[in-house]
């Protein structure tokens, strides 16, 4: 019998995950099902802009059972932001309020600047209000501060600015901001705090489930519900805590047909002032 060798491997060890489809979807396909899936939602896409030759942007999500946190692996195969040229076919005659993610931050820029002179040139009617969150712990976002009518400050964003919590965080956005502008800024399960500057800071507290089962989207969550009330003229203190309603309502269930069905058996899609469902000068 030979003597025993010791070899040594060089090279990269590596985790794979893998994931078992019954067939690999066909080109386009994820496309397709995101616009399928707005339309089931009633969003409306008349004016998503489509792009040749480049394959959908896909994130692989792993939730933790134990904590509900997630960790995302996010591929996108060349698709290019949008143009500032593709935003400016849009008729802003027919939108009360358009709200920009925190990204594509030199043509975002100029997308804002593009309502503002919209607004300019339409003062006999109603104003189009200008949201922007601004979420990454990026440098680069800072330019989005100084343009929005209505901002939304991350928990993330706020700490890489070096604040400890979201009352300095409104406080000190708020003299870099637009003249008037509502700073929001969300906590977890802090909760999360509105002010504009010179008035006096609204808060409410956080609203989590028994079980954290799926945290993804109730950042989305909170935002689309903050939108959703003050556009329709709902304090900010109503405001506020309805979306932190909605946002722990979010993460204690899984997905996003949970969440709908959670909203039609509840109270929860409308907003409610601390005492009574008065709404303060609410639209028809």
């Given at each position: 019998?030979?003597?025993?060798?010791?070899?040594?491997?060089?090279g990269?060890?590596?985790?794979?995950?893998?994931?078992?489809?019954?067939?690999?979807?066909e080109?386009?396909?994820?496309?397709?099902?995101?616009?399928?899936?707005?339309?089931?939602?009633?969003?409306?896409?008349?004016?998503?802009?489509?792009?040749?030759?480049?394959?959908?942007?896909?994130?692989?999500?792993?939730?933790?059972q134990?904590?509900?946190?997630?960790?995302?692996?996010?591929?996108?195969?060349?698709?290019?932001?949008?143009?500032?040229?593709?935003?400016?076919?849009?008729?802003?005659?027919?939108?009360d309020?358009?709200?920009?993610?925190?990204?594509?931050?030199?043509?975002?820029v100029?997308?804002?600047?593009?309502?503002?002179?919209?607004?300019?040139?339409?003062?006999?009617?109603?104003?189009?209000?200008?949201?922007?969150?601004?979420?990454?712990?990026?440098?680069?976002?800072?330019?989005?501060i100084?343009?929005?009518?209505?901002?939304?400050?991350?928990?993330?964003?706020?700490?890489f600015?070096g604040?400890?919590?979201?009352?300095e965080?409104?406080?000190?956005?708020?003299?870099?901001?637009?003249?008037?502008?509502?700073?929001?800024?969300?906590w977890?399960?802090?909760?999360?705090?509105?002010?504009?500057?010179?008035?006096?800071?609204?808060?409410?507290?956080?609203?989590?489930?028994?079980?954290?089962?799926?945290?993804?989207?109730?950042?989305?969550?909170?935002n689309?519900?903050?939108?959703?009330?003050?556009?329709?003229?709902?304090?900010?203190?109503?405001?506020?805590?309805?979306?932190?309603?909605?946002?722990?309502?979010?993460?204690?269930?899984?997905?996003?047909?949970?969440?709908?069905?959670?909203?039609?058996?509840?109270?929860?899609?409308?907003?409610?002032?601390?005492?009574?469902?008065?709404?303060?000068?609410?639209?028809?």
């Amino acid at each position: 019998m030979s003597e025993q060798l010791d070899i040594l491997c060089v090279g990269l060890s590596c985790l794979d995950i893998i994931n078992e489809v019954s067939y690999y979807p066909e080109e386009d396909m994820d496309c397709r099902f995101l616009l399928d899936d707005f339309a089931k939602y009633g969003v409306n896409t008349d004016h998503v802009v489509e792009v040749g030759g480049c394959s959908c942007p896909t994130s692989c999500v792993i939730l933790s059972q134990t904590t509900g946190s997630r960790t995302i692996i996010h591929a996108n195969a060349g698709l290019p932001e949008l143009s500032v040229d593709d935003f400016s076919k849009v008729d802003l005659t027919v939108f009360d309020w358009i709200h920009f993610e925190g990204r594509n931050v030199a043509n975002v820029v100029k997308m804002i600047e593009v309502v503002r002179k919209h607004n300019q040139k339409h003062q006999d009617s109603k104003s189009i209000t200008i949201s922007v969150e601004v979420e990454k712990a990026k440098a680069e976002l800072d330019a989005l501060i100084p343009l929005p009518d209505v901002l939304f400050v991350s928990k993330d964003y706020a700490k890489f600015k070096g604040f400890s919590n979201m009352a300095e965080t409104v406080e000190k956005i708020q003299t870099q901001a637009y003249p008037g502008c509502l700073v929001i800024c969300p906590w977890g399960e802090a909760g999360a705090t509105m002010g504009r500057e010179g008035s006096e800071l609204v808060k409410s507290p956080a609203f989590p489930p028994t079980k954290v089962v799926d945290t993804l989207g109730a950042g989305d969550t909170f935002n689309a519900a903050t939108i959703f009330a003050l556009s329709r003229g709902y304090s900010h203190s109503s405001s506020i805590t309805f979306a932190c309603r909605l946002a722990g309502a979010k993460v204690g269930v899984q997905g996003w047909e949970a969440f709908r069905q959670i909203l039609c058996d509840s109270n929860l899609s409308t907003p409610l002032t601390s005492s009574t469902s008065e709404l303060i000068g609410r639209g028809s």
